[in-house]
């Protein structure tokens, strides 16, 4: 078993920055593939990012490459999400997951995933 603890989210103005952590906990997370996902009230459950174990690849969806950067510290178990220029349309609960394979955007692949943190960008 994985548990997951994400942190950081918060409201902030569009063009601002939101530094999302996840703190993984349990059976070997750092050899976990670790992504994010999101979903906006209405709307299906989206693939942001994932990150190898390595962290020698990394997946971004289109919606956010060039503004949102996937990291991690396999020291302290925890993998970091930097949002810049953010929009409107970034607003959602950001999950953290993480899983033995990257599965893309099947979000039903992920095996463990934390209780999400709430990301509002204002207009």
């Known amino acids: 078993q994985v548990q997951l603890v994400e942190s950081g989210g918060g409201l902030v103005q569009a063009g601002g920055s939101l530094r999302l952590s996840c703190a993984a906990s349990g059976r070997t997370p750092s050899s976990y593939v670790m992504g994010w996902f999101r979903q906006a009230p209405g709307k299906e459950r989206e693939f942001v990012t994932a990150?190898?174990?390595?962290?020698?690849?990394?997946y971004y969806a289109d919606s956010v490459k060039g503004r949102f950067t996937i990291s991690r510290d396999n020291a302290k178990n925890t993998v970091y999400l930097q949002m810049n220029s953010l929009k409107p349309e970034d607003t959602a609960v950001y999950y953290c997951?993480?899983?033995?394979?990257?599965?893309?955007?099947?979000?039903?692949?992920?095996?463990?995933w934390g209780q999400g943190t709430q990301v509002t960008v204002s207009s």
């Open positions: 990150i190898s174990w390595s962290g020698g690849n990394t």
């Open positions: 997951v993480a899983d033995a394979h990257y599965s893309g955007t099947y979000y039903w692949e992920y095996d463990y």
